[in-house]
């Protein structure tokens, strides 16, 4: 096999297309499933950015500060976020136990209502992939980026 076809080169004219951009298009899609089933959920006060705060474990005892590393966004970013979930119910920023100087990320119950709702709508999105797939395709793409996400991490 050549490397060109490890590549995903084409002998055509055709435009390569690179993994990473078809992943963005399947992330983009998984993202407005959940967006779309967290707002007929009832959450309509939300946008796709503060969805985006979920990611699996959750939020839950977090300082905004290592969230705003795993998203790679700068802390008033995430700050302003947090803020506005906090002025809506669904958290609070209480003082860490080992450092009362840090705040720590703490959802409340509806804060924890949500986080069901978006890993439900995840879970949908990813039983569609699957449906899309079929399940040995499905179960070698999961495999390949279980492999994938534990070499790169």
Known sequence: MSSDSLLGGNPSDEPIRYIGAMLRVVWQWVRDQLQAGVAIAGYDD??????????????????????AEQLGITKQSVNDLLGHLERRGYLERVPDAADGRVRVIRLTPLGRQLEQTIYSEAQAAQMRIAEILGPQ????????????????S
Request: charged residues 15%; without cysteine.
């Open 137 to 152: 395709r499905f179960a070698q793409l999961h495999s390949s980026l279980e492999l994938l996400v534990e070499v790169l």
């Open 46 to 67: 939300l946008s796709a950015a503060h969805v985006a705060l979920w990611r699996h474990p959750g939020l839950d005892g977090l300082r905004p500060s290592q969230l």
